[in-house]
């Protein structure tokens, strides 16, 4: 079966730098995807990797190994409103995004 | 408007009510989706439309049966659900079906079902 697997919940320093990690078992690899989701609000996308490597955006950098199964998402200089949940979605070889249940993540000052 | 809206934003409903949801695009994308929201739960795609043709349907009880008049409206009608169909319905667009196409969500319907 397809499985996203991430951690239920993590909580960081404002300030901080906090690595979400995200692995993988799909049916075929067409690129992974990182969406943040507020509390009562609709998922917006944040990146996208389907190479081997770093993507940097900002505060935000996403990694991606295709041979391991695994991603993160890398979030410095932590603000308050950086508390949400994060989430995993790998594109599987029919082109549907597989979902994580999500990494909650709270933000302290 | 601009972005993907949904229509009602909460709705409470009784199992032998009928209801129907409403997604509207203003991207130009050729694709649209509906999602269930479940809390501590991944999101479970539901349907997928590509050119209002749909191409997904992910083993969706009958209960749910969707509609795409156009590339830019999509429907969710609803007709004698359960309890545990109360959930977070999320409509999304994008530009087409493959590799990079980012996904916009709107905002949701709120579903209770008594």
């Known amino acids: 079966g397809q499985n996203i697997d991430q951690p239920t919940e993590m909580t960081a320093t404002e300030g901080a730098i906090v690595q979400i990690n995200c692995t993988y078992q799909?049916?075929?690899?067409?690129?992974l995807f990182w969406y943040q989701q507020h509390a009562g609000e609709a998922p917006t996308f944040l990146s996208y990797n389907v190479l081997d490597g770093l993507e940097e955006k900002g505060r935000f950098s996403s990694f991606l190994s295709r041979s391991k199964g695994y991603s993160y998402l890398l979030l410095k200089e932590l603000q308050m409103k950086d508390s949400a949940s994060y989430l995993c979605a790998v594109m599987d070889s029919n082109y549907q995004l597989i979902w994580g249940a999500g990494t909650k993540l709270i933000i302290k000052p | 408007e601009t972005g993907v809206t949904q229509t009602p934003r909460h709705l409470v409903m009784g199992m032998t009510n009928k209801k129907s949801l409403k997604c509207e695009q203003h991207?130009?994308?050729?694709?649209m989706y509906w999602y269930k929201q479940s809390a501590k739960k991944p999101l479970e795609l539901m349907f997928v439309?590509?050119?209002?043709?749909?191409?997904e349907n992910n083993s969706v009880p009958s209960r749910f049966s969707p509609e795409c008049p156009n590339s830019s409206h999509l429907f969710l009608h609803l007709h004698t659900l359960q309890p545990e169909d109360s959930a977070l319905y999320l409509c999304?667009?994008?530009?087409?079906?493959?590799?990079?196409?980012?996904?916009?969500f709107g905002p949701g319907t709120r579903l209770t079902v008594l």
């Open positions: 999304a667009s994008s530009p087409g079906l493959a590799g990079y196409n980012e996904q916009f």
């Open positions: 439309y590509n050119f209002k043709e749909q191409t």
């Open positions: 991207l130009g994308h050729n694709a």
């Open positions: 799909t049916s075929g690899f067409n690129g």
